[in-house]
């Protein structure tokens, strides 16, 4: 097993432009979560989904947009990227809300 | 505002000694996790402790739980160099449930 996957690894963007980072996972997980991460701090919640075709907004929801279309699969999207935005991005499965999490290895965002 | 916050926010030891680091929250929850992230990775899953249970181990790792005083502890025997790293500890209530972790090296 894959466990959680994370693509692209690395990222650099310049202001205005969109993407979308895509998150993978192979164990059947019916929750998904969307964290940023800057230098020095903790996790901080984007969005999370609680099954397909759900999506809730988590404590920095604003200026990402996310959709789980398939179980395995949730994606989170910039619209416009802006410099505040340069993070680390993770994505993390569970079997249940906030059960252990399994993680993926992350995507580093560079808006310049 | 943050669920977990772990404390100390750095802890530096010397290979062989003990490590104790502490995590508060604010609201009830169910359960409460721990885990490791070196530097740059994803965050590693060590230990979870449900809210009926005061203490559990896994390896050299022991944690409790007093949800009484809303509070838990990650008690790491015998430190090696390799358990340098950021650890956190994340409950199952609210959005924002990662603090800032705390940042332990272990010096050979």
């Known amino acids: 097993n894959a466990g959680v996957t994370q693509t692209p690894k690395f990222r650099v963007l310049k202001t205005g432009q969109s993407m979308t980072l895509l998150c993978a996972q192979d164990?059947?997980?019916?929750?998904m979560y969307w964290y940023r991460q800057d230098p020095g701090m903790g996790l901080r919640l984007i969005h999370y989904?609680?099954?397909?075709?759900?999506?809730a907004k988590g404590e920095v929801p604003d200026g990402y947009n996310v959709s789980r279309l398939k179980k395995q699969n949730f994606l989170l999207g910039l619209e416009s990227a802006a410099p505040s935005q340069t993070s680390v991005y993770f994505c993390?499965?569970?079997?249940?809300?906030?059960?252990?999490?399994?993680f993926g290895p992350g995507t580093r965002l560079l808006v310049l | 505002s943050q669920q977990g916050e772990e404390d100390p926010q750095a802890l530096s030891i010397q290979e062989g000694e003990n490590a104790t680091m502490n995590c508060s929250y604010k609201?009830?929850?169910?359960?409460l996790q721990w885990y490791r992230q070196n530097s740059g990775r994803g965050l590693v899953h060590l230990i979870l402790?449900?809210?009926?249970?005061r203490e559990k181990h896994s390896g050299r790792l022991r944690v409790t739980l007093d949800t009484s005083k809303k509070s838990s502890s990650l008690l790491i025997t015998a430190s090696r160099a390799a358990d340098t790293a950021s650890y956190f500890c994340?409950?199952?209530?609210?959005?924002?449930?990662f603090g800032d972790g705390t940042t332990l090296t272990v010096k050979p």
């Open positions: 994340a409950t199952d209530a609210g959005k924002s449930t």
């Open positions: 402790i449900r809210s009926n249970e």
């Open positions: 993390a499965s569970s079997p249940g809300f906030q059960e252990t999490q399994y």
């Open positions: 989904s609680v099954g397909e075709g759900t999506t």
């Open positions: 609201t009830s929850i169910n359960n």
């Open positions: 164990m059947n997980h019916e929750y």
